[in-house]
């Protein structure tokens, strides 16, 4: 049955994005391996280096960026921008700059957003070598004209692309993938809710039971998804659904995109979950827009692999900016996000189809104390009209998800129903 959210897992979570949110990642160095390092005191993942250079289908990984400083400082030497104020006050990737210019020559490179005066946008310059800064643009407004002393300490060199992976084999060989990008600054929703979300789910799949093998992978954003699937082609027919997890955390509904097929089994269960929290219209078609679904959806992959958040990127003004902070998110969203998913996951890993043993007319169920003999349909109660339609559509075809998209009923009602009738040798499995 559908329990409560789990608060206290959503307030873990939190708190980890609190821990993580100061740290300047990007889609490769110290930043990222400063965070895959933390997540390990919560799962043994696995961290993987690929050296730059290494040509990944069409890409290349690119050199490693890290940033020590970097600050705008006016005539007086007064800071007007700082990193250490904030992450998202250097363009991502920003090549070593040391020199002065008049505001004229600096402000090509000021980003700001006018219709939002009052955040800094995120802005990154991955694949041209390139500088700038992102402000308010109330404090962009408030330079005076003059000369500025810009400097930002980095360096972009040959290195390594990091990214994190938890496997956790289950009996069968068949694997979820479980995916977040873990390359943004400090942003709460868009990466860190999803990196949380990720690390929780690492955490409960280690200690279950499992039917399926679990894969976790904590990857920079496009080039990460890209790296991994060029290194692991073959695992990847291993794959019998997943989910890229971001904007997990913000006080919207929960959505689900679907993956390139359409009909995987992974979208056929979070339909259902969502159907049951009452958003089914959060249910959308597949597009090549987003995060890394698009990879794993591409043409020659074509993986089930569907793509849950809240608000979905770009759709909450708050996106890729200084507003995506530790309130933005909620211990409440989040805890839902990890219940529904949780749910998701149960129905692929529970699902599977029986045959009724004697399929002539309905079994005597009051005589095996599985039928309380209430008059009429209105008065069944949920777990008996459940029994009624497993016994009804087990014809070794239907699946439990099947029949529980068919009778209305949620899926975890008629799993238990189906363990009732199994106990009593009334179905098998297909
Ligand atoms: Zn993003």
């Known amino acids: 049955m559908l329990s ?10 939190h708190q980890l994005i609190a821990e993580l949110f100061p740290i300047c990642r990007s889609i490769t160095g110290d930043g990222v391996r400063q965070t895959l390092a933390r997540l390990q005191e919560h799962v043994p993942l696995t961290i993987h280096e690929v050296p730059t250079g290494t040509p990944v289908f069409d ?29 998202l006050h250097v363009v991502s990737y920003s090549v070593p700059v040391r020199r002065r210019l008049s505001l ?10 006018p219709g939002q005066p009052d955040i800094i946008p995120y802005r990154t310059n991955y694949y041209r070598e390139d500088w700038g800064f992102c402000l308010s643009h109330n404090r962009l407004e408030a330079m005076e004209d003059g000369e500025y002393e810009v400097c930002i300490d980095s360096t972009l060199a040959p290195g390594a692309l990091t990214y994190g992976e938890y496997f956790v084999p289950g009996v069968s060989p068949e694997e979820i ?7 943004h600054p400090s942003l709460a929703n868009d990466n860190l809710s999803g990196v949380a979300l990720t690390t929780m789910l690492g955490r409960r799949a280690a200690t279950q039971r499992l039917l399926l093998s679990y894969r976790f992978l904590f990857i920079p954003a496009t080039i990460g998804s890209i790296t991994w699937l060029a290194c692991n082609q073959a695992a990847t027919t291993r794959i019998k659904g997943g989910l890229v997890l971001s904007c997990v955390g913000d006080r919207g509904p929960v959505t689900y995109k679907k993956s390139r097929r359409g009909d995987a089994s992974i979208d056929h269960a979070a339909a259902h979950v969502l159907r049951h929290r009452g958003v089914p219209e959060r249910v959308r078609d597949f597009a090549p827009y987003g995060h890394d679904e698009r990879q794993y959806c591409s043409p020659g992959f074509n993986l089930p692999v569907g793509c849950f958040t ?14 995506d902070d530790l309130d933005f998110v909620t211990a409440e969203s989040l805890a839902d996000s990890y219940a529904a998913v949780t749910e998701i996951v149960e129905i692929i890993e529970q699902n599977r189809s029986y045959v009724r043993l004697n399929p ?15 008059a009429g349909r209105a008065q069944l109660a949920d777990v008996e009209m ?4 497993v016994l009804n559509l087990s014809d070794g075809g239907a699946s439990l998800l099947d029949i529980a998209e068919r009778a209305g009923i949620h899926f ?5 129903a189906a363990d009732m009738l199994l106990s009593e040798g009334l179905i098998r499995a297909a």
């Open 386 to 389: 459940a029994l009624l339609w």
């Open 104 to 113: 004229a020559e600096l402000r090509p490179r000021l980003h700001s957003i």
């Open 310 to 323: 809240r608000t979905p990127n770009g759709e909450f003004p708050e996106y890729h900016s200084s507003a």
């Open 4 to 13: 409560a959210p789990p608060l206290a897992v959503g307030e873990a979570m």
């Open 412 to 416: 975890s009602l008629v799993r238990g």
């Open 177 to 183: 993938l479980i995916s977040c990008h873990c390359c």
């Open 59 to 87: 890409w290349i990984v690119p050199k490693e960026w890290n940033v020590r400083d970097a600050w705008v400082k006016n005539a007086r030497g007064e800071l007007v921008i700082d990193l250490r104020q904030s992450t």
């Open 360 to 374: 002539m007319c309905e079994p005597q169920l009051g005589r095996r104390g599985l039928y309380h003999g209430l």
